[in-house]
């Protein structure tokens, strides 16, 4: 049994309580790799944002899940080392699917868990994120759950069609699993095919194509219901044009890619919503930059030479979403 406390990491509770009452939203960022990491760390201890650093199921598979424990504990390590004396980092399951899961992740040293109970009936839900805040509560892990679905492809998590979270559920989920936050379904998706063109209309000034506006109506009137409880937003990645054309421009084939908005996020962190995921963006960015390495440097074979621009891209795009999107930057509550 580790304490993420004898990490150096924090749990969400008091950031999620200065970012609603400060009218901003924390990133949870996901990581796979040393690069990403890096990126991470390095974007938020130079914007002295909080930090979310999230591993999904994908990633487990992937890097290991002991192993990218390590890394945070690395990374807390890392900030420190860049001049952060007092860094606030969250290591967070992203989408457990079972009690077991969440339970070694607490026990290996998670800050945070999410348990997804949101494809199942709304019963077994309740009854499953009890259980896991439960557990999590012993060791102060703050624990994320969900109402409602979200559309589109994530790792394993997939779903056809999106089923808004109903506002009459969500005092009797809260009040009944005693969760420390709570997803909500109001038209975000995961990956970076968000919406089909057919679901959007041409901005007649760029040619670009523009999605449905999110359901704040439905964030409305869930922060109606539940009035300053943290809400999060999944699948929020914008899926920067300037990503899509370049990819497109060196040999990759991305057809329609569409995210959200950066207005509409900007709109939603300013509410109760307290913490925003941005996966698919630094996914684009580091093949963006892999790509015209490759194409412009043929010769080139050195992996530190390809992966080390996909860093900086990375870098550059945390900190645009730290700063012009979240508004996290300088919230610390110690430098
Ligand atoms: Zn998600």
Redesign the pocket.
Known sequence: MVNYKDLGLVNTRDMFARAIKGGYAIPAFNFNNMEQLQAIIKASVETKSPVILQV?KGARNYANQTLLRYMAEGAVAYAKELGCEHPEIVLHL??GDSFELCKSCVDLGFSSVMI?GSHLPYEENVALTKKVVEYAHQYDVTVEGELGV?AGV?DE?SADHHTYTNPEEVIDFATRTGCDSL?ISIGTS?GAYKFKPEQCHVDPATGRLVPPPLAFEVLDAVMEKLPGFPIVL??SSSVPQEYVDMINQYGGKLDAAIGIPEEELRKAAKSAVCKI?I?SDSRLAMTAAVRKVFVEKPAEFDPRKYLGPARDEMEKMYKHKIINVLGSDNKLAQC
Request: aromatic content about 0%; cysteine-free.
């Open positions: 999904s992203d989408h997804d979200l994530e998590v997803a995961h999944h699948g995921n996966d």
